[in-house]
């Protein structure tokens, strides 16, 4: 199975501040790759298909990059709406596989 | 739209078995991917398996194998997820969750979307 290590796994950052997340795939999945936002109590959130396609209704401050085995997600101006837990996810073949996660906190 | 509806609580005994179901309102999964991911208390998302009801078959995360079973009803509008040989560690939220297919020249899958519509999550407890 194709393993996904996100990092950090936690970071704490102020509102205004410009956010990365990066996902490394264990072996090339091309733009096979989504970016998950999920709050506490709730379903998760699809934010990114395809690696930098940004779902509808998402706000324009998110964004993804990368490609074949390394990812970005980018919050360009933190809101207090963004602090939450993003994960990354490969559909690019069976089993997919989720990152471990990482937990936006407010400094 | 449409939404994903699952089905309540469920407090099981160990070595019982859970059946959830997914139910599509306002459409149905014939031509989607629907796929079951689970969250244990204070603890990641894992991807459990899929199904694309209008090809019928099923994949299943290795962890899993021979334990969960995924279907889906004939009309596609409810997707089933099914695991037995139920286990303490198995207490978790269920959450059920459709992707969007491009087909390939072969009619086969070729491209997913991401997980665009998401189940409210259904809590199954493990204890005995």
């Known amino acids: 199975a194709i393993q996904m290590t996100q990092s950090p796994s936690s970071l704490s950052a102020s509102v205004g501040d410009r956010v990365t997340i990066t996902c490394r795939a264990s072996q090339g999945i091309t733009n096979n790759l989504g970016w998950y936002q999920q709050k506490p109590g709730k379903a998760p959130q699809l934010l990114i298909y395809a690696a930098s396609s940004l779902q509808s209704g998402v706000p324009s401050r998110f964004s993804g990059s990368g490609s074949d085995t390394d990812f970005t997600l980018t919050i360009s101006s933190l809101q207090p709406e963004d602090f939450a837990t993003y994960y990354c996810l490969q559909d690019y073949n069976y089993p997919w596989t989720f990152g471990q996660g990482t937990k936006v906190e407010i400094k | 739209q449409v939404q994903l509806v699952q089905s309540g609580a469920e407090v099981k005994k160990p070595g019982s078995s859970v059946k959830v179901s997914c139910k599509a309102s306002?459409?149905?999964?014939?031509?989607?991917?629907t796929n079951w991911v689970r969250q244990a208390p204070g603890q990641g998302l894992e991807w459990m398996g899929g199904?694309?009801?209008?090809?019928?078959?099923?994949n299943y995360a290795q962890k899993f194998q021979g334990r969960v079973t995924i279907t889906a009803d004939e009309s596609a509008t409810t997707v089933y997820m099914e695991l037995s040989s139920l286990r303490s560690e198995d207490t978790a939220v269920y959450y059920c969750a459709r992707s969007p297919i491009l087909l390939g020249p072969s009619n086969e899958p070729y491209y997913y979307y991401g997980m665009d519509v998401w189940g409210q999550g259904t809590t199954v407890t493990v204890s005995s």
């Open positions: 306002g459409g149905t999964l014939s031509s989607y991917a």
């Open positions: 199904i694309i009801p209008m090809f019928g078959t099923a």
